[in-house]
């Protein structure tokens, strides 16, 4: 499967545990995107990152949220101390080099986290 | 901060109808892209729109990208069962040769009616 991959695909947590979801991009792609989705809602942006580089995390909480994409290995989405108001969906999206044919953000089957 | 309006919100059609959907912003996007989600996936793109006056194809659907660069509409004709799902459009400040990331519109459900 050459597409975005991520994992687990369900995610539960109590209140005050961390939640790590791991996201790997189709190949031959270096651009993550992390997006967030409320029930009934669209995604919102929360960060792009290439190869050991934050490029904008403007639509990051500015607390218990980081994220980071290795030299090696996945990118990672990590959120500490979890709350209820955590508990969403959160899709990974990879694309090519800009100006590349394959520019188009292609998105991952997505990680649902339910926080109890 | 950037929004992206899209109408209907919901829409309730007979097998075989065609369908149109649009989507407005208050703000510039120099890309436009269209996508369709499944309940339980990931949002899968349909088509994308790099041009402002672009009109594009991809089988039954067709998209636009408005000459004003604040919006975009998408057809879909002859529907069938398997377009039951939710549309998104989504919008980029960058051209076909930046990345960023994306805004979204609150989506369309399509819901065809036996």
């Known amino acids: 499967n050459a597409g975005v991959m991520q994992n687990p695909r369900h995610l539960v947590r109590r209140r005050g545990q961390e939640a790590r979801l791991r996201c790997s991009p189709m190949?031959?792609?270096?651009?993550v995107y992390w997006y967030r989705q409320l029930p009934e809602e669209g995604l919102k942006f929360m960060v792009y990152?290439?190869?050991?580089?934050?490029?904008?995390e403007s639509g990051m909480p500015k607390e218990r949220f980081s994220a980071e994409f290795p030299k090696e290995g996945p990118s990672i989405l990590r959120i500490q101390q979890v709350v209820r108001g955590d508990s969403a969906a959160y899709f990974c999206a990879s694309s090519g080099e800009p100006g590349h044919p394959t520019y188009e953000q292609y998105f991952g089957p997505g990680t649902r986290l339910t926080v109890t | 901060g950037q929004q992206l309006n899209q109408s209907p919100q919901s829409m309730f059609i007979q097998e075989g109808e065609d369908v149109s959907m649009n989507c407005t912003s208050s703000?510039?996007?120099?890309?436009w892209l269209w996508y369709k989600q499944d309940p339980g996936e990931g949002p899968v793109l349909l088509i994308a729109?790099?041009?402002?006056?672009e009109l594009t194809s991809n089988g039954r659907l067709t998209a636009q990208f408005g000459i004003t660069r604040k919006d975009s509409f998408l057809n879909i004709s002859a529907s069938i069962p398997s377009d039951v799902g939710i549309y998104f459009c989504a919008g980029s400040i960058h051209s076909g040769g930046g990345a960023d990331g994306l805004t979204f519109g609150k989506g369309t459900h399509l819901i065809i009616q036996p």
């Open positions: 190949k031959g792609h270096s651009h």
């Open positions: 990152l290439q190869k050991e580089n934050i490029i904008d």
């Open positions: 729109l790099y041009k402002a006056g």
């Open positions: 703000s510039i996007f120099n890309t």
